[in-house]
């Protein structure tokens, strides 16, 4: 029970981040703010490698059974992390591009 219940809090989590960002993103490039968005492409690193390490923990590896001391071998993953997942590689992407700010030109 408890494998299930970090399985699917870390799945929430994610998915309100990703919401959150994606608020965030499009206030900051609607103001013109697009240095923020660099800070929240780091943020979304994080969040990613997070997301890859629960996909890791509990695949059919062993270490739910290993580290929670759990009868339950396997958590039955849903695709929601996945795609949680690829859409965080894509605002990174996104997020790298569009932050940008070019430097102003000096006058000759």
């Known amino acids: 029970m408890v494998p299930v219940i970090i399985y699917w809090g ?9 919401v ?3 608020l ?7 103001s013109g703010e697009r240095g923020n968005l660099w800070g929240f492409m780091l943020l979304n690193i994080f969040a990613l490698i997070f997301g890859i390490l629960v996909q890791w923990a509990f695949a ?3 270490f739910i ?4 001391a759990s009868s339950s071998q396997k958590v039955v993953q849903t695709p929601w992390l996945y795609i ?3 859409i965080n ?3 990174i992407v996104l ?14």
């Open 10 to 18: 870390s799945v929430i989590l994610l998915a309100v981040w990703l």
């Open 20 to 22: 959150w960002n994606v």
């Open 24 to 30: 965030f993103s499009i206030k900051f490039l609607a």
């Open 89 to 91: 590689v894509v605002l």
């Open 65 to 68: 059974k290993w580290a929670l």
């Open 84 to 86: 949680n997942n690829w």
């Open 60 to 62: 059919d590896n062993g």
């Open 95 to 108: 997020q790298f591009f569009l932050g940008w700010i070019r430097s102003p030109k000096t006058a000759k």
